[in-house]
């Protein structure tokens, strides 16, 4: 079975601070990872995905992400938080190549102070 | 190109009523998903089907039934409404290409509220 956690539903930063977003999955096998945010009442986008290629990944607005095998982890950063990024973040993983659905953490909340 | 649609976007039920969510895609996806989002609890998958005509049961499929008659189409049915499925519900798509993964592209989103 394949599950996520991210710690901390909410986390707020000031502008222009470092963002740190924390997940840490559980696997049997390599798996892939992606972080996703939505906006309010919006849907789902993707920021960046690991498919077992380079372990630092880079995604859109600034976004980066390392996979850390040792440390079962996949924690997304940003070096400067903008107000822009003020949203809820899921990390997801999937192994199942079958169907080749996601597991969802139940989500981080962003409030970007001024 | 819309990517994925689903109607409608918001909805009110009474206890015990029925309704349909319709979800398509313009992608030409084989894959479609659909899950539901709870406060604290992410995104859970509650149906899925990998192409035209066949479906599968999620983790919660429980009071959900579900159709895929034609490609571009993922139909999530509730046949007799329950306070405990008031959430949001997302469908998604996705290539289904062997070998590694296929991006999921989601739509907006309904919201539904069952009282």
């Known amino acids: 079975a394949q599950s996520v956690t991210q710690l901390g539903s909410h986390v707020s930063v000031s502008e222009g601070a470092l963002v740190l977003l924390r997940c840490n999955y559980s696997?049997?096998?390599?798996?892939?990872l992606f972080w996703y945010v939505q906006y309010p009442n919006q849907g789902l986008q993707l920021l960046l995905k690991?498919?077992?290629?380079?372990?630092l990944v880079k995604g859109i607005n600034g976004f980066e992400a390392e996979f850390k095998k040792s440390e079962t982890s996949f924690h997304l950063t940003k070096p400067s938080a903008h107000m822009s990024d003020a949203a809820e973040y899921f990390c997801?993983?999937?192994?199942?190549?079958?169907?080749?659905?996601?597991?969802f953490g139940s989500g981080t909340r962003l409030q970007v102070q001024p | 190109n819309a990517g994925v649609t689903q109607t409608p976007k918001f909805r009110v039920l009474k206890t015990g009523q029925s309704m349909t969510l319709l979800c398509a895609q313009d992608m030409n996806h084989e894959y479609m998903y659909w899950y539901r989002q709870d406060p604290g609890m992410g995104l859970r998958l509650i149906h899925y089907?990998?192409?035209?005509?066949?479906?599968a049961k999620g983790e919660v499929p429980d009071g959900y039934n579900v159709s895929r008659l034609k490609k571009q189409n993922f139909l999530l049915g509730l046949e007799s409404a329950a306070p405990s499925q008031t959430s949001v519900y997302f469908c998604a798509s996705s290539k289904g290409l062997a070998g590694g993964y296929n991006e999921q592209f989601f739509g907006p989103g309904t919201r539904l509220t069952v009282l």
């Open positions: 089907s990998v192409g035209e005509g066949t479906t």
């Open positions: 696997s049997s096998v390599p798996p892939y």
């Open positions: 690991y498919t077992s290629a380079a372990t």
């Open positions: 997801a993983v999937t192994m199942d190549t079958g169907r080749r659905a996601l597991t």
